[in-house]
């Protein structure tokens, strides 16, 4: 009996260093694998810190272009309400302002994390957050300037390709022809519509273009702060 119950202690003693040693090496597996995914997400916020610092010098170049195209745009629309202007004024706004712009944000470290299916790595709730709702504002922003273009071929390159001889370096001096240039384009209300409809892309409160960027300008600025540098 005592022999029995004494190799009975010795299985149990085993059975217990073997559950023992069992557990230890899954601690220890699960230490390195969280370990190895922490580095792997530091990896990705130092990517989206990189294409984030790229994204607010692309940002604040498209804000100075619109609004500039905005200040363009609103000559043009006082000549169509009847204000004097000299060609030289009129197309030094006009051709400006038929220049498409497009904001080219950096996607390169989210099309990564995204195609990996590794988003749950950033483990910042917020940071995982906000990317998602700025990428978002990425796409509202791609939309809104589709919609800029159709406009654009409708009612603004479509009239002035095929009414006026194109001379996008000027110089536009005060003579008879760049007058009747003028005069022809006032004269298209395709062209005034094309005019009214960006000017109001541009300024619609709460969804125009202008909104829409000073909102992304702000959600990479924020971003920025929460990403740590090291």
């Keep these: 009996m005592r022999s029995t119950a004494g190799m009975m202690r010795r299985h149990f003693a085993e059975l217990v260093v073997v559950f023992v040693g069992v557990a230890l090496a899954f601690a220890v597996e699960n230490v390195r694998e969280d370990l190895s995914e922490r580095a792997v997400g530091e990896q990705y916020l130092r990517g989206f810190r990189v294409d984030l610092l790229a994204d607010l010098a692309m940002l604040e170049a498209q804000q100075k272009i619109r609004r500039s195209q905005l200040e363009d745009a609103l000559l043009v629309l006082g000549v169509f309400d009847g204000r004097p202007v000299h060609p030289q004024q009129f197309f030094e706004a006009y051709y400006p302002m038929l220049l498409n712009q497009y904001i080219a944000p950096n996607r390169n470290t989210m099309d990564e994390v995204l195609s990996s299916g590794?988003?749950?790595?950033?483990?910042?709730?917020?940071?995982?957050?906000?990317?998602?709702?700025?990428?978002?504002?990425?796409?509202?922003?791609?939309?809104?300037?589709?919609?800029?273009?159709?406009?654009?071929?409708?009612?603004?390159?479509?009239?002035t390709f095929s009414s006026i001889r194109i001379q996008l370096d000027g110089p536009w001096e005060d003579t008879p022809a760049n007058r009747r240039a003028v005069e022809t384009l006032l004269n298209d209300l395709r062209v005034e519509n094309g005019v009214r409809l960006f000017v109001a892309n541009l300024e619609l409160s709460g969804s125009g273009l202008l909104d829409e960027l000073d909102l992304v300008h702000s959600e990479v600025e924020q971003l920025l702060q929460l990403i740590p540098t090291e």
């Design 118 to 159: 590794s988003l749950r790595l950033i483990r910042d709730d917020e940071i995982r957050t906000r990317l998602l709702e700025l990428y978002a504002t990425y796409d509202r922003i791609g939309h809104l300037e589709e919609h800029m273009a159709r406009d654009f071929d409708s009612y603004l390159y479509d009239p």
